[in-house]
């Protein structure tokens, strides 16, 4: 029977890969990838060759019916996107769908995922929280900021570097400037860093400081 595999890929550093993900990359007949150059500098790096076709955001519907012909076609596929969990701000939400409307079996490795590192180094309750990902850009984005803050369990948000103080100017508006927040940056990589602190400090901070890299806000619940 055809199964699909969801690979969790590091986030930054390379060894959080785990033995079971590179143990299924090595056995794994082929590989759908967000950016097969990405891919394939993981896969060198793990010395392993496989055939590696494109799976994105911008082809996933015109993909789709094609992979699932050719995951039915093969005993085992992978799928791995650029960095962290598919699915989860990424491409994978409608492949795994349509595998299971199509009887392929999914499994899914645990592995690297930016939220929770930095939820848990939030030092903010993770018995129960939000993931809200990327917050629309324009329309939208008032509304979702006015539903995080009456939210009383921890959320989390992915948010470019670029428009981390806008954000967190965003968060001050909403929730008040005493509303605790964590950024938390370059997770995993040489430079990462944890900011704790209310959100206005933590704005004054990263306007002295334009930062740079990947970042995610963790918000701590309304009181
Ligand atoms: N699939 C990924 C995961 O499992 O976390 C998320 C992919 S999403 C396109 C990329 C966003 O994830 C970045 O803009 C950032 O918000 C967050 N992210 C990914 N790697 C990170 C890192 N090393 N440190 C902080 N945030 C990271």
Known sequence: MSKLYIVPTPIGNLEDIT???????????????????VTKRLLNHLEIKKTVAPFHAHNEHKTLSRAIDTIKANNSTVLVSDAGTPAI?????????????????????????????ALVASGFPCDRFVFEGFLPHKKGRQTRLMVIAEEKRTSILYESPHRLVKCLG???????????????????????????????EIK???EERPPKGEIVIVIEGKQ
């Open 204 to 206: 004054a901070y990263y």
């Open 19 to 37: 033995l079971r993900a590179i143990r299924i990359l090595k056995e794994t007949e082929m590989v759908y990838a967000e950016d097969t150059r």
């Open 170 to 200: 965003q968060i001050v508006e909403f929730m008040g400037e005493d509303r605790k927040v964590c950024v938390a940056r370059e997770l995993t990589k040489i430079y990462e860093e944890y900011k704790r602190g209310t959100a206005s």
């Open 89 to 117: 701000s990424d491409p994978g939400f409608l492949l795994v769908r349509e595998c299971i409307a199509n009887d392929i079996e999914i499994e899914c490795l645990p592995g690297p995922a930016a939220l929770i590192p």
